[in-house]
């Protein structure tokens, strides 16, 4: 699946409140299908809130939502349905359920789609969706509790993609690793993608992860989008929070990080 134009999410107008407080004002964004887009902002400018909304976990108060050419907003249950097949969800921390092992907590999304599936056809799914995503073939039996923090969101990771989407929505999945580990999980979300023709929808606030994987970033700054491009185009902008984010010492560090592993692919090539 190569990259183009067509969007794969559309976001018009959207607007969200709570109370008093107006999160999402006029907001505006396209996804294109088969890229990885990075969606930064700083605290408080809603970006779990966007992809909340794409989802249909929070009811916008104004603005329009298409996902795969359908309206996301309002629709019956039924029809609902069938779009959400098309999508998987890591929600940050990896949102396991605790009293489900690995492999009943991937298979939750089968169940709830595919009642009709055999319990053994159950656990060949979830075991292969377990070692697609790098842990060993003994995590599927293992509690969320025994498990380190890196596993859980590579568990929360297999879940996402129970169901073979075209659409993974990632919600902060390195917050918490280790440099190391953080890594390890850009190159398995970049190995997924290219292998299974995904497009990302990324939350991060992991600036090697815009810079290692991500072919466009979205800026989410005064309740709307403000930018959305590669990072260069971003750094060509004026904006007091893009280029604070990006010519800072962590975008500095980035971009040092960033130059030295295309250094190594080059070498190992």
């Known amino acids: 699946m190569t990259k183009n134009d067509e969007p794969v999410i559309r976001v018009r107008g959207l607007k969200n409140v709570f109370g008093e407080q107006v999160v999402h004002e006029n907001l505006d964004l396209d996804v294109r299908k088969g890229e990885i887009l990075g969606v930064v902002g700083g605290s408080g400018t809603g970006k779990s809130v966007l992809m909340r909304s794409i989802i249909g976990l929070q009811t916008?108060?104004?603005?329009?939502?298409?996902?795969?050419?359908?309206?996301?907003?309002?629709?019956e249950e039924t029809e609902a349905t069938e779009i959400r097949k098309r999508w998987g969800v890591l929600?940050?921390?990896?949102?396991?359920?605790?009293?489900?092992t690995?492999?009943?907590?991937?298979?939750?999304?089968?169940?709830?789609?595919?009642?009709?599936?055999?319990?053994?056809?159950?656990?060949?799914i979830a075991s292969y969706k377990v070692v697609m995503t790098g842990l060993p073939a003994e995590a599927a039996p293992k509690y969320p509790s025994e498990l380190s923090g890196g596993m859980k969101k590579r568990a929360g990771l297999a879940r996402a993609l129970a169901l073979d989407p075209d659409l993974l929505f990632l919600?902060?999945?390195?917050?918490?690793?280790?440099?190391?580990?953080?890594?390890?999980f850009d190159e398995l979300t970049l190995s997924l993608q290219r292998t299974l023709g995904l497009t990302v929808?990324?939350?991060?606030?992991?600036?090697?992860?815009?810079?290692?994987?991500?072919?466009?970033?979205?800026?989410?700054?005064?309740?709307?989008?403000?930018?959305?491009?590669?990072?260069?185009?971003?750094?060509a902008?004026?904006?007091?929070?893009?280029?604070?984010?990006?010519?800072?010492p962590r975008g500095r560090a980035a971009v040092a990080s960033a130059g030295g592993a295309e250094a190594r692919r080059a070498q190992g090539a």
Request: glycine share 10%; net charge negative.
């Open 60 to 75: 916008p108060a104004a603005g329009d939502v298409t996902v795969f050419g359908e309206q996301a907003i309002g629709r």
């Open 102 to 124: 690995v492999g009943e907590n991937v298979q939750v999304p089968l169940r709830e789609f595919y009642p009709e599936l055999s319990e053994a056809l159950l656990d060949q």
């Open 201 to 235: 929808f990324l939350i991060t606030h992991d600036l090697d992860s815009l810079y290692a994987i991500c072919d466009r970033v979205a800026v989410l700054a005064d309740k709307k989008v403000i930018a959305v491009g590669t990072i260069d185009e971003l750094l």
């Open 237 to 248: 902008l004026d904006h007091p929070w893009i280029q604070e984010y990006f010519n800072g």
């Open 171 to 184: 919600d902060e999945p390195t917050a918490g690793l280790d440099p190391i580990g953080a890594a390890a």
């Open 91 to 100: 929600f940050q921390g990896g949102a396991l359920f605790s009293t489900l």
